[in-house]
Antibody, heavy 116, light 107 residues
Framework: EVQLVESGGGLVQPGGSLKISCAASGFTFSNFWMSWVRQAPGRGLEWVATIKQDGSEQHYVDSVKGRLTISRDNVKKSLHLQMDSLRAEDTAVYYCARGGSMLDSWGQGTLVTVSS | EIVLTQSPATLSLSPGERATLSCRAS??????LAWYQQKPGQAPRLLFY???NRATGIPARFSGSGSGTDFTLTIFSLEPEDFAVYYCQHRSNWPYTFGQGTKLEIK
């Protein structure tokens, strides 16, 4: 069974940093693109970033370029999102998802709140 | 950036009725469209990819169709567990975007 478990969310001040992670199991992690999708409270879904199987290619939505960095560790079967220069509008549940163009498995999400 | 517009924003129907949800793209995306279902407090679940390919475990009462700019998700006979928010998403070119969602509620 595919499992994706996010961790690391919490409260951070504007301008601060946070790193969230996703532990994968139940499939060959290194064979799949992986992605982060976020959902602000009461709002819709926004695709944030995606990374190729070997980490050699990443894509970001314009609003996070230069501030959020997606990475992966295929040995540890984990996906990460380093979040710097955080803004109030980054407040959301962040979902880890399997895939790079369509997302066939999702974690339960981790809440990141940016507030003073 | 390709914009996906879903309609209606809210659809009120009764169990057993047919639901028809629409997703329109701001430019042609061939068949590169997926549909997701999200229930309150849960992560989204993939229903269809490439417009009409049913994902694993999705019941046959769900149907996806369309190409180019106009797409439809049909639920032929609503079950109580189908009431949720539905999102479309394209994969034509980056950035991949989602529609704003259609809330399917019990009438």
């Amino acid at each position: 069974e595919v499992q994706l478990v996010e961790s690391g969310g919490g409260l951070v001040q504007p301008g601060g940093s946070l790193k969230i992670s996703c532990a994968a199991s139940g499939f060959t992690f290194s064979n799949f693109w992986m992605s982060w999708v976020r959902q602000a409270p009461g709002r819709g879904l926004e695709w944030v970033a995606t990374i190729k199987q070997d980490g050699s290619e990443q894509h970001y939505v314009d609003s996070v370029k230069g501030r959020l960095t997606i990475s992966r560790d295929n040995v540890k079967k984990s996906l990460h999102l380093q979040m710097d220069s955080l803004r109030a509008e980054d407040t959301a549940v962040y979902y880890c998802a399997r895939g790079g163009s369509m997302l066939d498995s999702w974690g339960q999400g981790t809440l990141v709140t940016v507030s003073s | 950036e390709i914009v996906l517009t879903q309609s209606p924003a809210t659809l009120s129907l009764s169990p057993g009725e047919r639901a028809t949800l629409s997703c329109r793209a701001s430019q042609s995306i061939s068949s590169y469209l997926a549909w997701y279902q999200q229930k309150p407090g849960q992560a989204p679940r993939l229903l269809f990819y490439d417009a009409s390919n049913r994902a694993t475990g999705i019941p046959a009462r769900f149907s996806g169709s369309g190409s180019g700019t106009d797409f439809t998700l049909t639920i032929f006979s609503l079950e109580p567990e189908d009431f949720a928010v539905y999102y479309c998403q394209h994969r034509s070119n980056w950035p991949y975007t989602f529609g704003q969602g259609t809330k399917l509620e019990i009438k």
